[in-house]
C-alpha cells in the first residue's frame, strides 16, 4: 500500500501533489524537542525526528533509494509523532480509546500487558500498534497501513539512547506521552 493508495478520509496531511508525482512532507511537531522529557529526551528526538524522519521524506521526494521502503517510513513516522504530547503520569484512554480497550483487554493493564507481550517477541526492528479494530499487530520493517489507531516504534533507534538495552521501560513509559485525544480521532 501506498500513501496514495489510502482512502481520500484517512490520507494524512503529509502527502501533496506535485505534477502527477506525490510529495511527501514531514508532519510539524505540536510540541518542543524537550518537551517528551524524561520519557524522550531531547537528544533522541533530534535524531529521530530531525534525521531519521527527515531523511524518510527527503529520499523519497529525490528519488533516493527505495521509493516504497522511504515512503512507508516517512508515512510511520507521521503517524507516530503526532500522537505524542508532554508527558502526564497516570495517562490512561478515554472515550473511544478506553471502549476499544475495554472490550478486547477487559482493562488498560491487561492492554499494556499483551502490548509489551507482542513487541518484546518481535525479533530485530519493526512497529507495534493497535488497530481500529482493537487487534495488536506489528509491521516488519516499514510498511504502509490505514488500520493504525495507536502506533510505537520497535526500532532500536527510537529507545536506545534513552534506555539503551531496556526496551521494556521504553515501552513502560511511551504511555505517559500518548495524547488519546489524537488516538481517539483515528477511531472516529
Known sequence: MKFTDLHEGSKPASILSIGNRPWLVREQLSYELDDL????SE?????????LHKGYVE???ASEGDPDFNEAGAFLHNVLFPQFKKPVSGSRPHGISSSLIMAHFESFENFKDKFKDVAMAIQGSGWVYLSKKGEIKTIVNHEIKNDIALLVDWWEHAWVLDYQHDKGKYLDNIWRIIDW???NARLV
Open 37 to 40: 522529557e524524561p520519557v524522550l
Open 59 to 61: 529520499r523519497y521526494n
Open 43 to 51: 537528544d533522541a528526538l533530534k535524531y529521530h525526528y530531525n534525521k
Open 181 to 183: 485525544e489524537v488516538v
